[in-house]
C-alpha cells in the first residue's frame, strides 16, 4: 500500500447496453479500452488501469491536469466504434489516497467520489466531482453542456476529434485530414460539427484551475 497527500484523478465508467453487443462488438470494445489506457499509461507511466467484466473501466491519474482531457478521450474512442456504442463516465480530484497494487482495492476520496458518481448517473453521461467541492461546482454547468455535446456525437466526429485530443500541441486540418485519410473540407467540416473549439477552450480552463491544486 502506498499512501499520497497529494491530489489524484480517479476516471470510473461503464459501457451502455454492453449486453446488446455481438461477442466481436464486446472483443472490439475491450480492444479499445486496453489501447486508450495503454496511452493514458505513456502520458504518465504512474497511471493505473483496471478492466472489470469487460464493461466497466477505472483509471488512476497522477496527471491530474490531464484527467478531463482522459475523461472525453474515453468517451469518444469508445463512441467511435459506431452508434452501438457509448459510456457513462464519472470522474473526480481529491486528495489522501491508499493506493494498492489492485486499483479496485485502492481507497481514498477519490474513488469515493467517482464511484459514488458512476452509481447515481442517471439521464446523464458525465459527472465530476472534486475535493474542494468549489472546483467541480465551478464546471458544474460546463460539463452539463460538453455532456450534451458528447452524446449528439456521431461516430464520425468522435474519429475526427479523437486524433486532435492525443494531440497537446493540436493538429492542422490538412494534418489531421492526411492522418485519417479523409478530404481537407471532410475532417474541417466534422471537426467544427463536433465542437472542437470550445471543447479545447474547456480543457484548457480546466488545466489552470487544477494546476493549482498540484501546488496548494
Known sequence: MKSTYKPIAVISGDVINSTKLTSEQFDQLLTRI?????WISKGNKSNVHSIERGDEFQTVV??????????????????ALGKLFDSRISFAIAPNADLRESVSESMGAAF?????????LKSERLLFNSEPVELSEN???????????LTELTSRQCEVLLPMLK??????????????NIADATASKSLKASGWSLINELNGRFIHHVQGLKHA
Open 112 to 120: 469515493v467520489l467517482s464511484g459514488r458518481g458512476l452509481k447515481n
Open 34 to 38: 486496453k489501447d486508450i489506457q495503454t
Open 139 to 149: 464546471f458544474k454547468l460546463l460539463f452539463k453542456y460538453l455532456d450534451k455535446q
Open 167 to 180: 494531440t497537446n500541441e493540436g493538429l492542422s486540418i490538412t494534418e489531421l485530414s492526411k492522418k485519417l
Open 62 to 79: 497522477h496527471d491530474i491536469e490531464n484527467a478531463l482531457r482522459y475523461t472525453i478521450i474515453y468517451r469518444v474512442a469508445i463512441k
